[in-house]
């Protein structure tokens, strides 16, 4: 069993950064795809990255340009950094975890979330 657990959240204002940290612990595979999530109140989950296992990089049109994905494999962990931060970045972020090379869009792992949060 995989955990992951989140953090990084917070409350900035537009314009501000953050970074998020999912830091993976437990049983490893060998090859993992690791993906964002976030999810507002009343909105549907919605993917923001994803990152396969040989680093190769996808964003939501939405946040082209502003955030970043990336992971350190030797600490097991995955990383979100937002700039340029919106209103409608608020959201509780999710990180999500499928142990296989390229990412098919399911996830059998998820964190328990951080939430962010935009004002304006």
């Known amino acids: 069993q995989v955990q992951l657990e989140e953090s990084g959240g917070g409350s900035v204002q537009t314009g501000g950064s953050l970074r998020l940290s999912c830091t993976a612990s437990g049983y490893m595979y060998s090859k993992y795809c690791m993906a964002w999530f976030r999810q507002a109140p009343g909105k549907e989950r919605e993917g923001v990255a994803h990152i396969d296992d040989e680093g190769t990089t996808t964003y939501a049109d939405s946040v082209k340009g502003r955030f970043t994905i990336s992971k350190d494999n030797a600490k097991n962990t995955l990383y979100l950094q937002m700039n340029s931060l919106r209103p409608e970045d608020t959201a509780m972020y999710y990180c999500?975890?499928?142990?296989?090379?390229?990412?098919?869009?399911?996830?059998?792992?998820w964190g328990q979330g951080t939430q962010v949060t935009v004002s304006s």
């Open positions: 999500a975890a499928d142990p296989a090379p390229l990412c098919y869009g399911e996830y059998n792992y």
